[in-house]
């Protein structure tokens, strides 16, 4: 008799546990805003992961101190999607359906980023892309639940294209990844040069796999019909590899080079960096002459020990218009949120920016210069006579933009 009301009072205090375990897993997580970063961690994506996560896990450091968004703490789920549109786009769903994610962050390659926002658009989830930038994620894959605080590989290409049109070169020779970030970046800066400079020539483009690190017999095939410029459309540790294999082939001493020059690629390729290169970076911090870059890259010096990267900053300036639309919106619920990012205004590092209503595309431009060495950076070269060209000079009309997305299929 005592040993049956022993096992109905253990088992009502088992009752009275689990229920005390759900109701606090519930109210923790009611407490809680989950941010799913699907990342491309691995291979030439690592550099560009350590900074983005660097600056996004500053801002929801802070925010968290602060009190947190509406009294719930951010939290950051992170995936790698290797460079793996499928994987990306499995992960996006993973985020959401088993991580509980409210929103998600982009990833590093315009290929997984295209994959992702069809997940984002699905679910209904707010998704935005600090580092991924085609151009087609803002018209023919454009979809309301994203944003864009990278300029895109349109704003790219026809950005250098007004910068090397004031040069006196007339022959080019062009070359790139062969997939979405590298056709949409050349092919902006092909018909962007034209309308600037008919003139110039484009005598040969050179399409290379992504990843592919050995460029012994795409050199001598880039440099056969004598270009006196090249543009090539690489990035991170893939421009870096390139660079520095040019060089013993004396490339630069025949035609100069321009292309995407971040500071973790300057960092990688070190004393191998050809000085008097005409290039562009979307977020020199070095460059950036504003009250809340030099706040934020003090604050970033002292945690990191180290200058911070174009990513770590766009990854915090999208927290920022993030955190923004919750605060316009007064919810964090995303199709709340969707309602107020069109004409968004948001005080980025960059300074005062807006996303524009039709395709939710920042008004965030490039900075162009030329790579010199600097008294305050030993070990790397930066850009010198950085010049801003802004979104609004390059970036494709409302009509433009309209026709695309009514061509989506």
Same mark, same amino acid.
């Given at each position: ?25 519930? +109210? ?23 900074? !983005? ?27 790698? &999607? !290797? ?33 992702? /926002? ?22 023919? +894959? ?5 944003? !864009? ?15 090397? &049109? ?32 008919? *003139? ?16 012994? /017999? ?19 540790? !893939? ?24 500071? *973790?690629? #300057? ?128 970036? #494709? ?13």
């Amino acid at each position: 008799m005592e040993r049956g009301k022993f096992k109905v009072l253990l088992a009502l205090v088992l009752i009275l546990f689990s229920a005390t375990l759900l109701v606090s897993s519930n +109210a923790s997580a009611a407490d809680v805003i989950k941010l799913g970063f699907i990342a491309d961690v691995s291979g030439i994506g690592a550099p560009f992961y350590k900074s !983005q996560k660097a600056g996004l896990d500053m801002f929801i450091e802070e925010i968290n101190a602060a009190g947190g968004i509406k009294g719930k703490k951010l939290e950051l789920v992170v995936r790698d &999607s !290797q460079l793996k549109p499928d994987i990306g786009a499995n992960q996006a769903r993973e985020l959401i359906l088993s991580e509980k994610c409210e929103f998600l962050i982009g990833p590093t390659s315009s290929a997984v980023a295209l994959a992702a /926002t069809k997940v984002a658009k699905e679910f209904k989830k707010i998704i935005f892309f600090h580092t991924s930038n085609a151009e087609a994620l803002t018209t023919t +894959a454009f979809q309301p639940y994203m944003f !864009q605080v990278v300029p895109n590989t349109g704003i790219e290409g026809r950005g250098m294209a007004v910068v090397l &049109s004031k040069k006196p070169f007339k022959k080019y020779s062009l070359i790139g990844p062969d997939y979405a970030y590298g056709h949409d970046q050349l092919n902006s800066f092909k018909s962007e040069m034209a309308k600037r400079r008919p *003139d110039v020539v484009i005598l040969d483009t050179v399409w290379v796999k992504l990843g592919e690190s050995n460029f012994s /017999t795409f050199i001598p095939t880039l440099m056969a019909k004598k270009p006196e410029a090249i543009d090539a459309a690489f990035w991170g540790g !893939q421009l870096s590899a390139f660079i520095k294999q040019a060089k013993p082939y004396g490339v630069f001493k025949e035609a100069p080079v321009s292309s995407l020059f971040d500071l *973790d690629m #300057l960092r990688a390729t070190g004393s191998d960096m050809p000085e008097g290169l005409t290039g562009y970076a979307r977020a020199p911090f070095y460059a950036i002459d504003t009250p809340q870059m030099k706040a934020f890259v003090k604050k970033y010096y002292e945690k990191y020990k180290e200058w911070p990267a174009d990513w770590a900053i766009m990854a915090y300036d999208g927290m920022i218009a993030l955190t923004e639309a919750m605060k316009k919106a007064d919810s964090t619920e995303s199709e709340q949120m969707v309602k107020v990012l069109g004409g968004l205004k948001f005080n980025s590092l960059r300074g005062e920016r807006y996303i524009r209503a039709e395709d939710h595309m920042a008004n965030v431009g490039i900075y162009s210069g030329v790579t010199a060495k600097s008294p305050d950076f030993k070990e790397f070269l930066i850009m010198k006579d950085v010049q801003a060209v802004p979104a609004e000079e390059v970036w #494709l009309s409302v009509e433009e933009v309209k026709k695309l997305q009514s061509e989506q299929k």
